[in-house]
């Protein structure tokens, strides 16, 4: 019921969050009436903050339209490859009409940047993605707001999400041989599953792993986001946070945990500072202080999009990471996407670099718990593993901001490089890096040798894994999975389509008619 009134709030309040704005411009309007009339500099601003306030954020856009590249402004071409219902998988494809820096970019390592689903878009990485794309070949998960996937494309699990990122890095590996995984926040844990049970399995794994301020063990210097999980059972948690989607939605009946709910938590975490950043606001709107004021909206924008997740995926990582430590102990079973229990090893881990980032202000994952990696991942030599601790940071600043752009970027590029292979063959990794016991081959690309290529939520059933929505790229063909969890054993027909050679792209052209080159 909660949410049904938040979103009638909602809709009250935005004939008057369109009214102040429409205030805002007429105060502000030297050529107006009102704009001459005393103290209409604070009218205005008092309006504009009033519109802010009471507004909608949808999810914005990433806006990356060219980017430097060794002084040389390099196009960019956002798309998406692979599209599941709870997640998309985004490419940002560089091009370049300069053959020096073609050769460059053709040469640069692969990159799988894994967001967190934990209330906001991926577009909070925008910054982390913009810099990378300076040295890298940049893919990045995109979440779905839950409450836009039809109840049709069935249940969304910790599980699943796990099974997700098996099949991104599996992308990648077919198309250029391996690649690098980041992971910021969130998503540490479920990216060290991923690749602990590939390796399990004597699969490919990736060439190195990148962990930015995660709870890789939550136990370690407890934050307020610690306590709460701990102090609350999961029965709390699930009859006290969790409603169904209403009616005005695709998503409507699904249970999930209210993005506005998780924004409330954000605030609540450090009203002080936001009360005075709105009034600071304020301030710089009547100074008429641009700079300023662009920065202001620029940040909560992004921070006040939000989005719902899956009430059951919510309710799994409370359980696994906050309350059962299920990673760290060695207890984590990932059901895997044909219904078996997989425990989870990291120690089976040999061949992947591990680079753990921590902030030293950071204030939801706390000191210790992502260098944790480092003592579950046993089997990993302990010159391929490093750890930084960035002075100053919060948890924002280690990916995003001058900190991250400053000092944490210069690092981990270098770490990047350092366990990137030579390449050749249009970019595909034939030689290993020294130090690295990998065996680049290129046996990946085959339906019997990718066993695990098919999608992974039960609702796979129906959208399948669709490839890039690019008119030239081929669809991925998934089998189709009940949607029940348990009718799964029930299920026959299998069908698995992974083309040995990547999908071909129709190259962009430019307004002269020229094919315009184009760079992995």
Not at 90 to 104: G, H, I, P
Not at 185 to 203: D, I, N
Not at 504 to 510: I, L, M, Q
Request: aromatic letters at 8%.
């Amino acid at each position: 019921m909660l949410y049904q009134l938040y979103e009638a709030q909602r809709s009250m309040m935005e004939p008057f969050s369109d009214l102040a704005k429409v205030a805002s411009k007429v105060y502000s309007n030297p050529l107006s009436t009102l704009g001459q009339v005393p103290f209409s500099q604070r009218t205005s601003a008092a309006f504009d903050l009033v519109h802010r306030l009471l507004r909608d954020y949808e999810r914005p856009e990433f806006g990356i339209r060219t980017v430097d590249v060794g002084g040389v402004a390099v196009a960019i071409h956002e798309r998406v490859e692979i599209t599941l219902p709870f997640c998309e998988l985004r490419r940002f494809k560089r091009f370049s009409d300069d053959l020096a820096t073609l050769d460059t970019l053709k040469g640069q390592p692969a990159v799988l940047i894994v967001a967190p689903l934990s209330g906001h878009h991926s577009t909070l990485l925008r910054d982390t993605v913009h810099t990378m794309l300076r040295d890298h070949k940049v893919y990045i998960t995109d979440w779905q707001n839950a409450r836009n996937v039809p109840l049709s494309d069935g249940e969304f699990h910790l599980d699943d999400y796990v099974n997700y990122i098996e099949v991104f890095i599996r992308h990648l590996q077919k198309t250029y041989g391996n690649c690098h995984v980041m992971s910021v926040c969130q998503p540490t844990v479920p990216v060290l599953a991923a690749v602990s049970l590939m390796a399990s399995r004597g699969e490919l794994t990736p060439l190195s792993m990148t962990m930015m301020g995660g709870p890789i063990d939550a136990r370690k210097s407890p934050t307020s986001v610690n306590h709460l999980a701990v102090n609350k059972s999961h029965n709390w948690f699930e009859s006290n946070v969790i409603y169904r989607v209403p009616s005005s939605f695709p998503g409507a009946g699904r249970r999930v945990y209210p993005g506005f709910l998780q924004h409330s938590g954000f605030i609540a975490m450090n009203p002080d500072n936001h009360a005075q950043s709105h009034y600071d606001y304020f301030q710089d709107l009547i100074k008429g202080d641009d700079t300023s004021t662009d920065a202001h909206r620029k940040f909560y924008d992004e921070y006040n999009a939000v989005l719902d997740m899956d009430a059951d995926y919510y309710l799994d990582t409370i359980k696994v990471v906050f309350q059962d430590f299920s990673l760290v102990n060695g207890t984590w079973d990932v059901r895997n996407p044909d219904g078996k229990s997989e425990r989870v090893r990291p120690q089976d881990i040999k061949n992947t670099a591990l680079f753990s980032i921590e902030g030293e202000l950071d204030d939801i994952s706390g000191s210790g718990q992502t260098h944790a990696v480092h003592e579950i991942c046993t089997g990993v030599s302990g010159a391929m593993q490093k750890r930084y601790d960035v002075e100053g940071a919060g948890h924002y600043g280690i990916f995003s901001g001058r900190r991250w752009r400053e000092m944490v970027y210069p690092q981990v590029k270098a770490f990047i490089l350092k366990y990137q292979p030579e390449t050749s063959l249009g970019g595909v990794a034939v030689v290993p890096a020294k130090g690295v016991v990998a065996k680049p081959r290129l046996e990946l690309v085959t339906p019997a040798e990718l066993p695990l290529v098919a999608p992974v939520a039960p609702a796979i059933q129906k959208a399948g894994m669709s490839a890039s929505r690019s008119p030239a790229a081929k669809k991925v063909a998934a089998r189709r999975v009940a949607a029940p969890r348990g009718a799964k054993a029930a299920e026959k027909n299998v069908t698995v389509a992974t083309p040995a050679v990547p999908p071909k792209v129709a190259k962009p052209r430019s307004k002269a008619g020229k094919t315009v080159a184009q760079a992995k």
